[in-house]
Nanobody
Framework: QVLLVESGGGLVQAGGSLRLSCAASGRAFSSYDMAWFRQAPGKEREFVAGFRWAGASTYYADSVKGRFTISADDANDTVYLQMDSLKPEDTAGYYC??????????????????WGQGTQVTVSS
């Protein structure tokens, strides 16, 4: 059993920054893929960024590459998403997710088995 709890969302003006945190309990991160997804009202869930411990590999959606940075602190069982140069189009609920790392890293939300409750990010113009 893996429990994920997100925090750090809020309201920020365009061009500002936020840092999201995903605290995990139950299992170590070393055998899991971790990812951030987001979903705005009326839209499908969208992959944002991912992390795999092997090689400390990171993965990003093209829409956030160069602006967002995913990182992990295994000592604290926490995954972070540093969000810089925020745009109004980044407004969404952000969700932390995890899956066992059996195959290649996946951006498909349907393959992730553990989910946090979400944290809202709102970017004003």
């Amino acid at each position: 059993q893996v429990l994920l709890v997100e925090s750090g969302g809020g309201l920020v003006q365009a061009g500002g920054s936020l840092r999201l945190s995903c605290a995990a309990s139950g299992r170590a991160f070393s055998s899991y893929d971790m990812a951030w997804f987001r979903q705005a009202p009326g839209k499908e869930r969208e992959f944002v960024a991912g992390f795999r411990w092997a090689g400390a590999s990171t993965y990003y959606a093209d829409s956030v590459k160069g602006r967002f940075t995913i990182s992990a602190d295994d000592a604290n069982d926490t995954v972070y998403l540093q969000m810089d140069s925020l745009k109004p189009e980044d407004t969404a609920g952000y969700y932390c997710a995890a899956k066992r790392a059996f195959f290649r890293f996946s951006r498909d939300h349907a393959l992730y088995t553990y989910w946090g409750q979400g944290t809202q990010v709102t970017v004003s113009s």
